[in-house]
């Protein structure tokens, strides 16, 4: 097999892979870029809301400490501490690196970045370009990346993570194009392949989004963390069915808009939790004041963290107080009544919502509600790494961004994806580079690597006749994990859900595809397939095993928080039969000066 | 339940032709679900490029009915469904697979355009100080999407194939997007004269009208910059200026 050698070899090309890419490359190291789509359209770019760093240009309150606070409630303490505080010291570099790149975000009267609300962050933090901050990122970065040297392997797909001597040695996988394998042998290799949404019915995320480095690094031995923690955001677009589960950013919320139940009441006033119920608006008035960037001010119960929104349109709608086609009212056009030019001013800090909603649904945005509900957006689990290096437990092997897990704890809060990938994806980028340094290129072997090749190809040999049509088996999967693993979980339900997947598991071995290997988007199918199931064990297993609701999972057989699960999270690993073993893994002690922060942050 | 009929192209050993496919509609659906739906029940090896189904990637553009759109943001309650919906690929791109391009030519022409360089720092912390209405302009030119539509579309490239003299209104919107950027201090005019051809543009707003981010390519971007190349080359003060400094 044709092979090709790096130092550092990247896996995915979103932000975090970018970043990761653009910064061992500056570190004077080979570097190899595998997207799985052409360059520039990973999922990032369907990032929205803006990316969250504490730059204090909106309001001088916000520091560090303020973001790795909100960061760790929004998480509900489960965390990696460490993580979080890496991430909100070092995220305004980050996003003034990017200015020095050339992004452009909106900005302050004064001539600096300008900042938005969002939910769970106490100040207006998060840096955006309208509604299309994933935009701006991915172009800047991609336009920072391609000179500076990196070979970009466009629509590529990897189908195994090689590790020799217990140490990841390469990749083996197929140029999309021609359908022709090659081997990929590097001294470090950094997975940065996002989520895995596309395991749900409903979901925000693009085709890309199966999981593949969770599947990958699984398979080769390393381990997944938090993955019961899912988040379903709270508002996807419901109506027309063909656009369900497209996103409808947050910023809508941050810029004013009001959650309505059919009844037109603002149902989340109804329920405040406790931890936040010192900072959150008892009145409609104070809130469109916070909006407004009234400092004495609260924020409106809009802007509460997207696991508890989300749960809160849930009860409306199982209530009877739904919209027709079963979610809720977002309406931001009753902002023309406190606002002149409000029609204007919508349509120019939310232009790709005015867009999608005229385009996809007959709906003006400016002058009536959308329609929302929730949908699976992201996964706070994945790859288990070291805070700092983001080196998994397979040396060699780092992973950054949402296929890596920590930061996030049981919920992510909006924006801080988008600064995750930038802080992890630079620190994966520069110890990736050390590492192939200090670390000679441990060869692949080839008869594994040819073993990895041939699995991929089985498809071919099943042909059509009484094999599995690998779309119909993707789509049951979806329905099943929509079903049984959603937003809501019961232990039986669960429990069916995995002599499910068993099930699903078989007559995905026995998919079948036609035509050649050009090209080919039904074997692409079956191979993504084989990464959804493996992910949608894993989120199984681990909801399983946490007895309790917290954060993204909620338990209806389990419905309160429990002290107990507070003290660990869940890891599961591939076992010596090949079985998936689970395990509570406890959670590194919080150095006092860090718990010290966190109390003062809670008045 | 309603079905639309759709005229797929396909490529075989003798280039391609349109396949006939039935699709059933449901509420909403875009030309995107209707592929899908192909592929799912007929055709499990129809290539198609796509990403993110909301419009903002910019992957799956084609020429339905003729007209080159996003497949994803082409509602069939838009298009005629008392006739076959055709839907082929970009005409001005190699063909790999029936409905993908190879679109490789369009990065190694953003390669060789001279990248953003800041001017120093406003500010002693190292940042920098525009105002929103400075930064407007270049926001719209940032929208792209990269969907190449506009580039499928230009008769430069499409009819007269001038790849190697033209980089076409995608890229004269890339380097106006640079070149008006408040901070960027690089010099890329003698370069759109002479590499990237923006005489070739002949104002014909092609490009402008299949904008799916509706950006104002022609007057916004390409005449501004055909400004500042006949400021510079053409203009006859400067040019007498020129000969009295020689």
């Given at each position: 097999?044709?092979?090709?050698?790096?130092?550092?070899?990247?896996?995915?090309?979103?932000?975090?892979?970018?970043?990761?890419?653009?910064?061992?490359?500056?570190?004077?190291?080979?570097?190899?870029?595998?997207?799985?789509?052409?360059?520039?359209?990973?999922?990032?770019?369907?990032?929205?809301?803006?990316?969250?760093?504490?730059?204090?240009?909106?309001?001088?309150?916000?520091?560090?400490?303020?973001?790795?606070?909100?960061?760790?409630?929004?998480?509900?303490?489960?965390?990696?501490?460490?993580?979080?505080?890496?991430?909100?010291?070092?995220?305004?570099?980050?996003?003034?690196?990017?200015?020095?790149?050339?992004?452009?975000?909106?900005?302050?009267?004064?001539?600096?970045?300008?900042?938005?609300?969002?939910?769970?962050?106490?100040?207006?933090?998060?840096?955006?370009?309208?509604?299309?901050?994933?935009?701006?990122?991915?172009?800047?970065?991609?336009?920072?990346?391609?000179?500076?040297?990196?070979?970009?392997?466009?629509?590529?797909?990897?189908?195994?993570?090689?590790?020799?001597?217990?140490?990841?040695?390469?990749?083996?996988?197929?140029?999309?194009?021609?359908?022709?394998?090659?081997?990929?042998?590097?001294?470090?290799?950094?997975?940065?392949?996002?989520?895995?949404?596309?395991?749900?019915?409903?979901?925000?995320?693009?085709?890309?989004?199966?999981?593949?480095?969770?599947?990958?690094?699984?398979?080769?031995?390393?381990?997944?963390?938090?993955?019961?923690?899912?988040?379903?955001?709270?508002?996807?677009?419901?109506?027309?069915?063909?656009?369900?589960?497209?996103?409808?950013t947050e910023g809508v919320r941050g810029e004013g808009g009001v959650l309505l139940n059919k009844a037109g009441r603002r149902f989340m006033f109804d329920d405040i939790p406790e931890p936040y119920r010192n900072q959150t608006a008892d009145n409609e008035e104070e809130g469109w004041r916070y909006t407004q960037g009234d400092?004495?001010?609260?924020?409106?119960?809009?802007?509460?963290?997207?696991?508890?929104?989300?749960?809160?349109?849930?009860?409306?709608?199982?209530?009877?107080?739904?919209?027709?086609?079963?979610?809720?009212?977002?309406?931001?056009?009753?902002?023309?009544?406190?606002?002149?030019?409000?029609?204007?001013?919508?349509?120019?800090?939310?232009?790709?919502?005015?867009?999608?909603?005229?385009?996809?649904?007959?709906?003006?945005?400016?002058?009536?509600?959308?329609?929302?509900?929730?949908?699976?957006?992201?996964?706070?689990?994945?790859?288990?790494?070291?805070?700092?290096?983001?080196?998994?437990?397979?040396?060699?092997?780092?992973?950054?961004?949402?296929?890596?897990?920590?930061?996030?704890?049981?919920?992510?809060?909006?924006?801080?994806?988008?600064?995750?990938?930038?802080?992890?994806?630079?620190?994966?980028?520069?110890?990736?580079?050390?590492?192939?340094?200090?670390?000679?290129?441990?060869?692949?072997?080839?008869?594994?690597?040819?073993?990895?090749?041939?699995?991929?190809?089985?498809?071919?040999?099943?042909?059509?006749?009484?094999?599995?049509?690998?779309?119909?088996?993707?789509?049951?999967?979806?329905?099943?994990?929509?079903?049984?693993?959603?937003?809501?979980?019961?232990?039986?339900?669960?429990?069916?859900?995995?002599?499910?997947?068993?099930?699903?598991?078989?007559?995905?071995?026995?998919?079948?595809?036609?035509?050649?290997?050009?090209?080919?988007?039904?074997?692409?199918?079956?191979?993504?397939?084989?990464?959804?199931?493996?992910?949608?064990?894993?989120?199984?297993?681990?909801?399983?095993?946490?007895?309790?609701?917290?954060?993204?999972?909620?338990?209806?057989?389990?419905?309160?928080?429990?002290?107990?699960?507070?003290?660990?999270?869940?890891?599961?690993?591939?076992?010596?039969?090949?079985?998936?073993?689970?395990?509570?893994?406890?959670?590194?002690?919080?150095?006092?000066?860090?718990?010290?922060?966190?109390?003062?942050?809670?008045? | 339940?309603?079905?639309?009929?759709?005229?797929?192209?396909?490529?075989?050993?003798?280039?391609?032709?349109?396949?006939?496919?039935?699709?059933?509609?449901?509420?909403?659906?875009?030309?995107?679900?209707?592929?899908?739906?192909?592929?799912?029940?007929?055709?499990?090896?129809?290539?198609?490029?796509?990403?993110?189904?909301?419009?903002?990637?910019?992957?799956?553009?084609?020429?339905?009915?003729?007209?080159?759109?996003?497949?994803?943001?082409?509602?069939?309650?838009?298009?005629?469904?008392?006739?076959?919906?055709?839907?082929?690929?970009?005409?001005?791109?190699?063909?790999?697979?029936?409905?993908?391009?190879?679109?490789?030519?369009?990065?190694?022409?953003?390669?060789?355009?001279?990248?953003?360089?800041?001017?120093?720092?406003?500010?002693?912390?190292?940042?920098?100080?525009?105002?929103?209405?400075?930064?407007?302009?270049?926001?719209?030119?940032?929208?792209?999407?990269?969907?190449?539509?506009?580039?499928?579309?230009?008769?430069?490239?499409?009819?007269?194939?001038?790849?190697?003299?033209?980089?076409?209104?995608?890229?004269?919107?890339?380097?106006?997007?640079?070149?008006?950027?408040?901070?960027?201090?690089?010099?890329?005019?003698?370069?759109?004269?002479?590499?990237?051809?923006?005489?070739?543009?002949?104002?014909?707003?092609?490009?402008?009208?299949?904008?799916?981010?509706?950006?104002?390519?022609?007057?916004?971007?390409?005449?501004?910059?055909?400004?500042?190349?006949?400021?510079?080359?053409?203009?006859?003060?400067?040019?007498?200026?020129?000969?009295?400094?020689?």
């Open positions: 097999m044709e092979t090709h050698e790096y130092d550092v070899l990247v896996i995915g090309a979103g932000g975090a892979g970018l970043r990761a890419a653009i910064e061992a490359s500056a570190a004077g190291v080979k570097v190899g870029l595998i997207c799985k789509s052409l360059l520039g359209k990973a999922h990032t770019v369907m990032a929205e809301g803006g990316v969250a760093a504490a730059l204090a240009n909106v309001d001088d309150r916000d520091n560090w400490k303020v973001h790795f606070a909100d960061t760790m409630r929004g998480g509900q303490y489960v965390n990696n501490w460490r993580m979080a505080e890496l991430h909100a010291k070092e995220a305004p570099d980050r996003v003034r690196e990017l200015e020095a790149w050339g992004a452009v975000f909106d900005r302050t009267k004064d001539g600096r970045i300008l900042q938005r609300n969002f939910g769970g962050h106490r100040y207006p933090r998060l840096a955006h370009v309208g509604d299309r901050t994933g935009l701006e990122m991915i172009r800047t970065l991609q336009d920072q990346g391609v000179h500076r040297g990196i070979d970009v392997y466009m629509e590529f797909t990897v189908v195994s993570l090689q590790v020799t001597d217990g140490r990841a040695s390469g990749i083996v996988g197929y140029e999309r194009e021609r359908g022709r394998f090659k081997v990929f042998n590097a001294a470090a290799i950094v997975l940065a392949t996002g989520g895995a949404g596309r395991a749900y019915k409903i979901t925000s995320n693009s085709w890309e989004g199966t999981g593949d480095g969770h599947a990958l690094g699984y398979q080769a031995g390393a381990e997944l963390m938090d993955m019961e923690f899912i988040q379903f955001h709270p508002t996807g677009m419901i109506w027309p069915p063909s656009v369900q589960g497209i996103l409808v400092k004495n001010a609260r924020r409106p119960p809009e802007l509460l963290t997207r696991d508890h929104v989300a749960r809160c349109i849930m009860r409306e709608v199982k209530a009877g107080r739904g919209s027709p086609h079963g979610g809720v009212f977002l309406d931001i056009s009753w902002i023309k009544k406190r606002l002149s030019g409000g029609a204007e001013h919508i349509k120019r800090k939310l232009p790709s919502m005015y867009h999608q909603f005229k385009e996809l649904g007959d709906i003006d945005i400016t002058s009536e509600p959308m329609e929302v509900g929730p949908t699976t957006h992201y996964i706070m689990g994945g790859i288990r790494v070291d805070a700092d290096t983001q080196m998994s437990s397979i040396p060699g092997l780092f992973a950054a961004g949402e296929c890596a897990a920590g930061i996030n704890g049981a919920n992510r809060l909006g924006g801080n994806s988008l600064s995750d990938l930038l802080v992890f994806g630079k620190r994966a980028g520069e110890y990736a580079a050390i590492f192939s340094r200090e670390n000679r290129r441990v060869p692949v072997d080839p008869a594994s690597a040819q073993g990895a090749a041939d699995a991929a190809l089985k498809p071919f040999a099943h042909g059509t006749g009484r094999a599995e049509n690998p779309y119909t088996v993707q789509a049951t999967l979806q329905d099943m994990m929509q079903s049984y693993v959603g937003i809501v979980r019961r232990e039986d339900e669960m429990q069916h859900a995995l002599v499910e997947l068993a099930a699903l598991k078989d007559r995905a071995d026995r998919a079948g595809i036609t035509g050649h290997r050009e090209y080919n988007p039904g074997w692409h199918t079956a191979i993504d397939l084989e990464n959804l199931l493996t992910v949608s064990e894993a989120i199984t297993r681990s909801a399983i095993e946490r007895k309790e609701s917290r954060g993204g999972h909620f338990r209806e057989d389990y419905p309160d928080k429990s002290p107990e699960y507070a003290t660990f999270n869940i890891v599961t690993r591939r076992g010596p039969d090949g079985s998936m073993e689970v395990r509570r893994v406890p959670l590194p002690p919080l150095p006092p000066e860090l718990k010290q922060i966190i109390e003062e942050q809670k008045s | 339940m309603t079905t639309a009929g759709f005229k797929v192209w396909r490529s075989d050993d003798a280039g391609g032709h349109f396949a006939d496919y039935s699709v059933d509609v449901v509420p909403g659906m875009v030309v995107l679900d209707a592929i899908h739906q192909i592929q799912a029940t007929q055709a499990g090896d129809l290539a198609v490029r796509w990403n993110c189904k909301a419009g903002k990637c910019g992957s799956c553009s084609a020429e339905i009915n003729g007209n080159p759109r996003l497949m994803c943001m082409t509602r069939l309650n838009t298009l005629n469904l008392l006739e076959p919906v055709t839907v082929e690929p970009m005409r001005a791109f190699p063909l790999l697979k029936d409905l993908v391009t190879d679109v490789s030519w369009n990065y190694a022409v953003k390669k060789a355009i001279k990248p953003f360089k800041p001017r120093p720092p406003d500010a002693p912390d190292g940042t920098w100080r525009m105002q929103q209405k400075d930064v407007d302009r270049v926001q719209e030119f940032r929208k792209c999407i990269e969907c190449f539509l506009c580039q499928d579309v230009c008769h430069v490239l499409r009819d007269h194939h001038q790849y190697d003299r033209f980089i076409g209104p995608r890229f004269l919107t890339y380097a106006a997007a640079l070149e008006m950027h408040p901070l960027d201090a690089e010099d890329r005019v003698q370069e759109l004269k002479d590499v990237h051809g923006v005489g070739y543009c002949n104002i014909t707003r092609c490009c402008t009208k299949v904008c799916p981010e509706h950006i104002t390519i022609t007057e916004n971007a390409i005449i501004p910059l055909k400004e500042r190349v006949v400021d510079r080359f053409y203009d006859p003060l400067t040019r007498l200026l020129r000969v009295f400094k020689s």
